[in-house]
């Protein structure tokens, strides 16, 4: 997903379908934006712990567990990994999660 507003999503797996309910092609056009599908409750800590660590320097680091909505409403737990990605300025431009 992109350093922006709402976190709008460059590239996803075809597997994200299956476990989202959702068709590639909403995240491609940027029609679902990856903070869309983070549970409400979530939302602020998964912000923070983005905020925190890409303030801190590191160049990846672990969430603690959320969940994801589902397009039937139900809501999944995840484990993410992210990785920051950086211009040649250092400023970040992407995450990998």
Known sequence: WQNKEGWPVEYV???IEAL?????EEFASGRRP???LVHKDDLPRVFE??????K???SWFIHQPYRLLRAD???????DYTVILHDESGA???YLG
């Open 13 to 15: 797996s075809p597997n």
């Open 20 to 24: 989202t309910g959702y068709p590639v």
């Open 34 to 36: 990856y903070a869309s």
């Open 49 to 54: 712990e983005v905020t925190t660590h890409s």
């Open 56 to 58: 801190s320097g590191v």
């Open 73 to 79: 409403g139900k809501s999944l737990w995840i484990a």
């Open 92 to 94: 970040i431009t992407h």
